[in-house]
């Protein structure tokens, strides 16, 4: 996967990229062979953050890992988009909030 992306659409090497929901880091791996100038990964499993940071190390990966639900990240982002699109746009829409907001969750450290 990663390498077709690479090749079909030059979208890894020399860029940064987030892995969103990383898991065990397999990806963020890859796109650093690819080529990656950054990596960083999210999850909100801190087992999971665990291993990756493993997988990193034997890899000799860096990347920044944050343990988040990124759909907080998301609401955060859409939220300050939305404020600054409302000051120039009467049109733009807030979209709607999920029933329970997740909590962001420490960090557990940089690989």
């Known amino acids: 996967m990663v390498f077709a992306i690479e090749q079909g659409y030059g979208d890894i090497k020399g860029k ?9 880091g397999m990806l963020t791996i890859a796109t650093h062979e690819a080529g990656a100038s950054y990596n960083i990964g999210f999850d909100v499993d801190a087992d999971a953050l665990r291993v990756c940071k493993e997988n990193l190390r034997e890899h000799d ?31 733009t829409t807030t979209p709607s909030q999920p029933s329970q907001q997740p909590q962001q969750q420490p960090n557990p450290g940089n690989a």
């Open 61 to 91: 990966v860096t990347a920044d890992l944050i343990q988040t639900d990124i759909r907080c990240l998301l609401l955060s982002l859409s939220s300050s988009n939305n404020t600054n699109d409302n000051d120039n746009n009467n049109n």
């Open 16 to 24: 940064a990229v987030a892995d969103l929901g990383c898991g065990c």
